[in-house]
Structure formats: structure tokens, C-alpha cells
């Protein structure tokens, strides 16, 4: 009988573990949580940066994500749009994913602060770039090799924003968000080179791989996944999206964790009658 | 290009640039070139009713073609033209978002048979890996208030070191593999096997 037990714990069936977890993550919206997010030094570090930039200084927003990973990515790199914005930087982005435009949109609708700058002046984005780490470094050395015009068509020369800026030399710092390894073409051909800071807003698998770059003092900050994009809006004390889904980041961790215990007492307690 | 990263000789950066410009253009050639290969195997497809595929490949072309035209329409932006934005935000996002999600579904399956205790160095990944993920939520700490000082630790000094000698591993075998490539004893890119001549 008991024999039974330990053993249907080791075998449930993955649809009732689906059923399970669906359930579990409806309960947030029935009745918010909201607990209280503590802020990871990596998180702090790239916030404090950000600050420090002035008036004027030209930051890189480089993207390398996909609409699928707004949930993990947008929210933090919103956050860090609003605190350029706060200091009056001037903002280049551009990105190394196809569907790079869609989030671009999707950040400017969410920082209310860029209806006041002027597009070509104070921002300005110059969209997709083949080539991944080899436009990077050709970024690096020069600009206007890679984009002639921005997303739009405009020349480049008719850009107010780009009047000074050549290459890396007139960048203060690199926002990264990215997937997969893109933060590592920045790394390897802004930072190492030519010493430029580099930040990573990447989703939360990234946190173990970019933990020692980090720890290295090789990228100033790091916003790792939902939890960072939390930890950002509760920075610029602004709660948002992120915050929110907090909740079902709080339900599914601690479900799994059960699950892999239940999962684990069977397998004990049956280890010996194999 | 490797020489020019460790001197600033001038005629070596300006033939770097050029090199790189090159590869730019031929990475976005190359784009048109996939394009073109998605649609003659697709078309295969079709033509040949391959089953369990052609009915895909249709949807393919046709969702293909639609964005093409549309996207050629408004050639400059084309999320000016309201049909084109709006597969993009109503069918490209919603798709890719919802299909990332289900990863959570599958993971937290696949982590309740594949996380077993089966020796003491599973077991150690298993306390280590329940560890971090409660740190990363902020309900671990409500468990108990040690867990996020644990699992910072495991993640910042019991992981970074692993991670740095996997990165520097990593790091020093494709530079053997690049010299190997450029003195012609690799050929795994060929298609031949390592080493074979």
C-alpha cells in the first residue's frame, strides 16, 4: 500500500503537473501577493551607473531579444529607458534581432518621458544589423559603416544626435539586453578594447552565465530576468509589469520546488525495494 | 584582424574595417539567400504533399508572401501599414510569447523527473538548484530568511569559479580549433570528419 504511494509520486502524469501549475499561477490574480522584493547588488550597480550619467552623454540600448522574451526583458529595460531619460542622456538603439523594431515601439510607448525629447536629437534608432559580433566590432571602429540612414531613412549626416558621434569613443555605455550570447560581442569588442561599460538586461537563465563577468567588474550591472525588471521599477519607484508577475514567479518556484521534493521522497523511499 | 587587436598600426585597422564591412554584407546577403532556401524547400514540400508538412509549408508561403508584399509596400517603415503591424502585434507576438510560456510548462515537468537524487552529486545539484531558485524568488526568503544569503552564495561563489573555468576551457579550445581551421587540419565544416584528410 504504502509501496503504492511512494511509488505514484515518483509517476504522475505530466498533464495532471500542467493542470497543476496552471491552477497555481491563477491564484495570483484571484488574490495578489505582493511580496516584498529585496535588491541584488547587480541589480543596484547598474541603477547607481545609470545615474551617473549626464547630460548629454550618448548611451547604446542594444537589442538581441525577441518578443518572446518581453516578459522577462522589457519591463527592466524600460526602467533603465526612464532613467536615461531622467538624466537627459541622449539614446542610440539598435538591434540584432528581426523583430527588434516590434520592442523598440513597444519601449518607446512605455517611457513616457521620450514624448519630450525630440526623435533625431535626443534619440534616435537605426534598427536591424547583420553580422552579430562582426557589426558589433565594426560598430566599435565605426558607425556610419554599418548605418548609412536610421530605421527610417534618414541619413545619418541629418541626425542631429550622431553630429559627434563616430564610434565607440563617443558612447558612455552599452545597454545589452539580450537572449543569448550578444552581451559577450560587447564584452569582447567594446569593453576589452576600449574600456567601454557594458550593462546585461537578460532573461534569468543569463544570471549564472554572466554572474562571473560580473563579479569581474567586466559589465557595471546586470538585470536578470523578471526579478531584475522588479528590482528596476522598485529603483525608480515606479511598480510595474514585472512587479506583477512576481506573484507568479513566487507560485511557480515554490510549486516546483514541492514537486521536485514529492518526486524525490518517493524515489528515496523506494530506492531500497529496487 | 587578430594582429590588429593587439597593435594600433593604422593600415592594419583600415584593411580590418574593410574585412568586417565585408562580412556585414555578406551576413545580410546572406538573409536573402535563406530566404530564398526556405522557400525552394518549402515549395519541395508542396509539391511532393510530404506528409506531416506540406499543409505547414503552405501556411509558410503564404504568411511569407503576405508580410513580403506588405512589408514592400511601405518600404521605409513598414509598421506604418496597419495590416502589416497588426499580424506583427496579434499573431508574430502573441505566438512567440506563448510559446516561450509553454517552456515553463514542460520545464516544470522534465525538473520533476529529471531532479532526482540518484547519488550524492545529483543530490548536491538538486539542494544547490532548489536553492537558487528559491533565492530568485522572493517567497524563499519568507521560507526562511537564510536562503537568498545561501543561494547568492552558490550562485556568486560556488558557481562563478565552475562558470570561469568553463568559460576560459571553452575560450582556449576554439582558438585551437581556429588554428587548426587556418592551417587546414580541421575540416569538420566541410563535412568531413575531424582530421580527416
Known amino acids: 500500500m504504502s509501496e503504492g504511494i511512494w511509488n505514484r509520486m515518483q509517476r504522475i502524469d505530466r498533464r495532471v503537473l500542467y493542470w497543476i501549475l496552471f491552477v497555481g499561477l491563477m491564484i495570483p490574480f484571484i488574490r495578489p501577493i505582493g511580496l516584498p522584493i529585496a535588491i541584488k547588488s547587480s541589480t543596484r550597480d547598474l541603477y547607481e551607473e545609470l545615474r551617473q550619467v549626464e547630460e548629454g552623454e550618448v548611451a547604446v540600448l542594444s537589442i538581441s531579444s525577441g518578443v518572446s522574451a518581453w516578459a522577462e526583458c522589457l519591463p527592466s529595460m524600460v526602467a533603465c529607458m526612464k532613467v536615461l531619460v531622467q538624466q537627459n542622456a541622449k539614446i542610440i538603439g539598435w538591434t540584432t534581432f528581426i523583430d527588434g523594431p516590434l520592442t523598440w515601439d513597444k519601449i518607446v510607448s512605455l517611457v513616457p518621458g521620450l514624448e519630450e525629447y525630440t526623435y533625431g536629437e535626443d534619440y534616435v534608432w537605426f534598427g536591424y544589423f547583420a553580422g552579430a559580433e562582426t557589426g558589433v566590432a565594426q560598430l566599435a571602429s565605426d558607425i556610419r559603416s554599418v548605418f548609412t540612414a536610421d530605421y527610417y531613412g534618414t541619413p545619418i549626416d541629418e541626425l542631429q544626435i550622431m553630429k559627434d558621434v563616430n564610434d565607440v569613443h563617443d558612447i558612455k555605455l552599452v545597454l545589452s539586453s539580450d537572449t543569448g550570447d550578444a552581451c559577450d560581442y560587447y564584452i569582447r569588442q567594446w569593453h576589452t578594447p576600449y574600456g567601454t561599460p557594458v550593462a546585461e538586461v537578460g532573461i534569468a537563465m543569463q544570471g549564472s552565465a554572466y554572474m562571473p563577468h560580473y563579479r569581474a567588474g567586466i559589465l557595471f550591472g546586470m538585470s536578470v530576468g523578471v526579478r531584475g525588471g522588479a528590482e528596476m521599477e522598485k529603483l525608480i519607484n515606479e511598480p510595474g509589469n514585472a512587479t506583477v508577475s512576481m506573484d507568479a514567479i513566487n507560485i511557480s518556484h515554490i510549486m516546483l520546488v514541492i514537486v521536485v521534493v514529492l518526486s524525490n521522497v518517493g524515489y528515496i523511499m523506494t530506492r531500497g525495494k529496487r | ?197
Request: some cysteine.
Open chain 2, 1 to 197: 584582424m587578430i594582429v590588429e587587436f593587439f597593435f594600433d598600426i593604422p593600415a592594419l585597422a583600415s584593411t580590418a574595417d574593410m574585412l568586417r564591412t565585408w562580412v556585414i554584407i555578406i551576413s545580410t546577403m546572406a538573409l536573402a539567400l535563406g530566404a530564398v532556401n526556405i522557400m525552394r524547400v518549402h515549395w519541395k514540400y508542396i509539391k511532393r504533399r510530404e506528409p506531416g508538412h506540406w499543409t505547414y509549408s503552405i501556411c509558410l508561403i503564404t504568411v511569407f508572401a503576405v508580410l513580403t508584399i506588405l512589408g514592400l509596400i511601405n518600404l521605409k517603415n513598414p509598421m506604418v501599414n496597419p495590416v502589416y503591424k497588426w499580424m506583427f502585434e496579434n499573431v508574430y507576438t502573441s505566438l512567440g510569447q506563448t510559446l516561450y510560456a509553454i517552456t515553463g510548462f514542460y520545464i516544470f515537468s522534465a525538473a520533476y523527473r529529471a531532479f532526482r537524487a540518484r547519488n550524492s552529486d545529483a543530490a548536491i545539484l538538486l539542494i544547490a538548484g532548489c536553492l537558487v531558485l528559491l533565492t530568485n524568488a522572493p517567497i524563499g526568503e519568507v521560507i526562511w530568511g537564510q536562503i537568498p544569503v545561501i543561494g547568492t552564495w552558490v550562485l556568486e561563489i560556488g558557481e562563478t569559479p565552475a562558470m570561469r573555468t568553463f568559460l576560459m576551457t571553452a575560450a582556449f579550445g576554439l582558438l585551437a580549433y581556429g588554428f587548426r581551421t587556418l592551417i587546414g587540419k580541421e575540416r569538420g565544416f566541410y563535412g568531413e570528419v575531424a582530421g580527416g584528410e
